[in-house]
């Protein structure tokens, strides 16, 4: 069966970067892309990013367009997600997922929370 | 990025209810909008894509509707599972964007 397993939670200082892992199976990995998306702590859901397994190539959510990278390694099946500049507000659980929203199928990383705090 | 909005926020029924939901978009995303439910500390779920289109295993008391910058989810008879919060989101363009969510209350 399809399974995302993120990294473990991770807390930082303002202004560093932190880079979030999502290790997939149970599939080909290159058949389907990984989106990005965070949820603030009582607060409602953030799409950030999405990078194809297949080509490589990436789509941001203009907000985040200039601090945030994701990668896929092949060898690994893992998936990145590198957000940099932290702040207070980017505290928040990060999850990957696959959403092939055009045959209606979801599947989601169980979630990584990141705490940015001086 | 293409604003969604949803309405309400929050929304208190009861068991039994008929429940709707709307999504608004800020410019046309045709049928590319998505119906999600979250529960407490859990990853949202996929209820409805392509505005219309009941995901497998979904129970058929969700349905959606829509197209360009409306859309509309109901629940026929709301369930004691059901209370949650419902977020919409749109992959019409480069850039994918959710709605605000509604959260669904006991009344």
């Known amino acids: 069966q399809v399974q995302l397993v993120q990294s473990e939670p991770e807390v930082k200082k303002p202004g560093a970067s932190v880079k979030v892992s999502c290790k997939t199976s149970g599939y080909t990995f290159t058949t389907y892309g990984i989106d990005w998306v965070r949820q603030a702590p009582g607060q409602g859901l953030e799409w950030m990013g999405w990078?194809?397994?297949?080509?490589?190539?990436?789509k941001y959510a203009l907000k985040f367009q200039d601090r945030v990278t994701v990668t896929t390694d092949t060898s690994t099946r893992t998936a990145h997600m590198e957000l940099r500049g932290l702040r207070s507000d980017d505290t928040a659980v990060y999850f990957c997922?696959?959403?092939?929203?055009?045959?209606?199928?979801?599947?989601w990383g169980q979630g990584t929370l990141v705490s940015v705090s001086s | 990025d293409i604003q969604m909005t949803q309405s309400p926020s929050t929304l208190s029924a009861s068991v039994g209810d008929r429940v709707t939901i709307t999504c608004r978009a800020s410019?046309?995303?045709?049928?590319?909008l998505a119906w999600y439910q979250q529960k407490p500390g859990k990853a949202p779920k996929v209820l409805i894509y392509?505005?219309?289109n009941l995901k497998s295993g979904v129970p058929s008391r969700f349905s959606g509707s829509g197209s360009g910058t409306e859309f509309t989810l109901t629940i026929s008879s709301l369930q004691p599972d059901d209370f949650a919060t419902y977020y919409c989101q749109q992959y019409g363009s480069h850039s994918q964007t959710f709605g605000q969510g509604t959260k669904v209350e006991i009344k």
């Open positions: 410019q046309s995303i045709s049928s590319w």
């Open positions: 392509k505005a219309s």
């Open positions: 990078i194809s397994a297949y080509y490589g190539d990436t």
């Open positions: 997922a696959i959403l092939d929203l055009v045959v209606g199928f979801d599947y």
